[in-house]
């Protein structure tokens, strides 16, 4: 599995938003950033300000990090207990992190703790997929077990702003993120069955795994498919 070619799809899902956000939030003119869970550097790669720093509890991912955003300052660390001084930047934000942590209020509290505006950037809502036609919904339900498997929460996304409000963190914008229903190109479609294997492997027979794939396939071709997964964003400041 390619992980920053993932990360690098996800970021594109989500790239009107972050740039609306970070405009509100004031990026122009910050001075420092930090990104929790910055994995890759699918984003950290995008911005430029003068101390951009990344944090991250895997060494693979920051050795990687270091070629796809080399002007950011790494750290190796976990985000229930930052390793940074009170107020030291002007904003924290995070992507696809909190539904993988073992205490998302924690890490928001510490997010909190170290800057001034925190941002978490997109949180999705599994419970609540859409898959169409009705056939392919034993996809999403395995799908979600094996996130489960994975140990992220996938429902996390719909309690996002009540986690901020828990924090302390005074909401300004919370919502869900707009988007289409369908995988779009021939690429994206390549890529997230790349994902749904190597999710599935192990507990779903591969015979059923190929059936629902014929399936996508083929609906994806008539035009009939819908796949929709609500995902959050919220932003506040301390
Ligand atoms: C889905 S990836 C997202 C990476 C990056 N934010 C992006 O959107 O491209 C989640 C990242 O969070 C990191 N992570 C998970 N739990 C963490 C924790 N407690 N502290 C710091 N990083 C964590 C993982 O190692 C992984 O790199």
């Known amino acids: 599995m390619n992980w920053h070619a993932r990360y690098l799809q996800q970021a594109a899902w989500t790239r009107d938003l ?51 955003a080399p002007a950011a300052s790494l750290a190796l660390g976990d985000g229930h207990f930052l390793p940074y001084p009170d107020k030291t930047f002007d904003i924290v934000y995070c992507h696809y992190l909190l539904l993988w942590v073992k205490d998302p209020l924690q890490v928001l509290c510490e997010m909190a703790r170290v800057g001034s505006s925190v941002l978490a950037l997109a949180e999705p809502d599994y419970s609540r997929r859409m898959d169409e036609p009705s056939a392919l919904k034993p996809l999403g339900e395995w799908q979600t077990e094996a996130l489960r498997r994975q140990g992220a929460d996938p429902s ?80 506040g400041k301390t």
Request: negative net charge; contains cysteine; charged residues 25%.
């Open 18 to 68: 972050r740039v609306y956000l970070f405009e509100r939030a004031g990026l122009k003119t910050a001075c420092r950033v930090l990104e929790v869970g910055c994995g890759t550097g699918a984003i950290l790669r995008e911005l430029s300000v003068p101390a951009l720093h990344g944090l991250d509890l895997e060494t693979g991912s920051l050795a990687e990090c270091r070629v796809h």
């Open 156 to 235: 996390f996304g719909a309690s996002l702003a009540e986690t901020f409000f828990q924090a302390g963190i005074r909401l300004i914008e919370t919502g869900p993120i707009r988007g289409g229903a369908v995988v779009k190109s021939a690429d994206d479609w390549e890529s997230e069955w790349a994902v749904i294997q190597s999710d599935l492997a192990g507990f779903v027979p591969e015979r059923e795994i190929q059936k629902m794939k014929k399936l996508d396939e083929s609906v994806r071709e008539d035009g009939t498919r819908a796949l929709h997964v609500p995902t959050f964003f919220a932003w």
